[in-house]
């Protein structure tokens, strides 16, 4: 197989992979942008806005425009840093937490749907390869 070729559907795939989460979301009336801020404090709790800026993978001053987003809409709140006063802490606030659950339901359906064409085999090895590549 070319490496063009490898490439090409792997990109394809990916591409799918995005659409197919834009439209899992779109019900919940959530961008993506919000989903994945959502999903990182619910995996890691509370954190300082450049925290999440890192684990977001964007700039800090992009991570304050998805923060002022989320807390206008009430899902996020900021809060003192108890470990230094100066810093500022994003949590979720109750319906943050219920959104992001709403929404980690969503993926993991629509994951389901989307690899249910593959065999427990061929999602293990799939498992295996995107892990050895991403490490």
């Known amino acids: 197989m070319e490496d063009s070729t490898l490439s090409e559907l792997f990109w394809a795939v990916a591409r799918r ?4 989460n834009r439209e ?3 019900p919940l009336n959530i961008s ?3 989903g994945r801020a959502l999903a990182v404090l619910l ?3 509370s954190l300082r806005p450049g925290a999440l800026a890192e684990h977001l ?3 800090a001053r992009s991570a304050t425009e998805v923060v002022d987003d989320l807390e206008h809409r009430g899902l996020v709140r900021r809060e003192p840093d108890p ?7 994003v949590a979720l606030t109750d319906a943050g937490r219920a959104s ?3 929404i980690k339901a969503a ?3 629509e994951t389901e749907r989307f690899f249910g064409a593959l065999s427990a085999a061929d999602r293990a090895e799939l498992t295996r390869i995107l892990r050895k590549l991403r490490d």
């Open 83 to 89: 470990a230094d006063r100066r810093a500022t802490l």
């Open 43 to 45: 995996r890691h709790g």
């Open 100 to 102: 992001g659950d709403r």
């Open 57 to 59: 993978r964007i700039a």
């Open 24 to 26: 899992t979301l779109e």
């Open 107 to 109: 993926r993991k359906a």
């Open 17 to 20: 992979l995005r659409h197919l």
């Open 32 to 34: 993506p942008s919000h």
